[in-house]
């Protein structure tokens, strides 16, 4: 489905929807007084104003690259509105969910084999750090200390997952790419050939792409943490919502897109 850049666009723009939903349902609760417990509901956010945010925000996402000077004013009025309206969470999802998301929109639909790529490192830096973290603690080894910011957001994570999710992600980029270029066939650019030719700016994008992976997941946990919420939503059974699929690839994406223009 991704190979077709239509199928691309529209795939990439449902799970910007359906991720800055699920955002605007994450608003910290701290900024909210209640005199009551039944009054939780009528201080959240009236489903009318979620919608329009959302509609928005899609707009927002799909000024890509030609179209900078719409984007720019658009994104200055949303901003100005949300400003006025004191809704500051709103004004994180739209640089957190909505800019990382314009770039999936842009990059997807004119480059397969970049897209591939970048989600492949992010998924298998998650899968790496998963396996390494619950093999160390299987095994009973003494855990390295995690910094106490960290355990704070994300009591569970571990340096050894960390270092694990690094790993995967780095040996992905190193021998998966390769691979897939070569024989599954894969439309590359030139672009894309110039930033992955050699073995050394593989890993290097390995490093890079993990990094920003696990740091966009301790984001996105960071938010819940405030929001006192588990998961973004309840979209995906067994996986939570499509926000916590995403979370990892959204900050790395922006890094591999300032990489792209780059080369």
Known sequence: MLSRPMMAKVFFMGAH?????????????????????????????SRAARIFYCAGSVLLATFTVGNDRLFHL???????VLVWLNRRHWILGLVVVTLPF???IGLA???FASTICVLLVVWNCDTG????????????????????????ISPAKSIEGFLGGILGGTWTAVSWVPLLT???????????????ETSSNRALLGVGLSILSIVGDLVESAIKRQ???????SFLPGHGGVL??????LLAVLFYELLLEGV
């Open 17 to 45: 929807a359906l991720s800055l939903w699920e955002f605007t349902l994450l608003e910290p609760h701290h900024t909210f007084t209640f005199s009551k417990p039944s009054d939780v509901e009528d201080r959240r956010p």
């Open 182 to 196: 070569r024989w599954a066939s894969l439309e590359r650019s030139s672009d894309f050939d110039n930033l992955w």
């Open 102 to 104: 314009r770039v999936w």
């Open 227 to 233: 929001s006192q919420t588990k998961d973004s939503g």
């Open 109 to 111: 639909p004119r480059d």
């Open 129 to 152: 750090a998963l396996l390494v973290g619950r093999i160390s603690s299987k095994l009973g080894i003494q855990r390295l200390p995690v910094p106490a910011w960290i355990h704070k």
């Open 244 to 249: 916590d699929r995403f979370d990892s690839s």
């Open 74 to 80: 658009w994104l200055c009025c949303m901003v100005g």
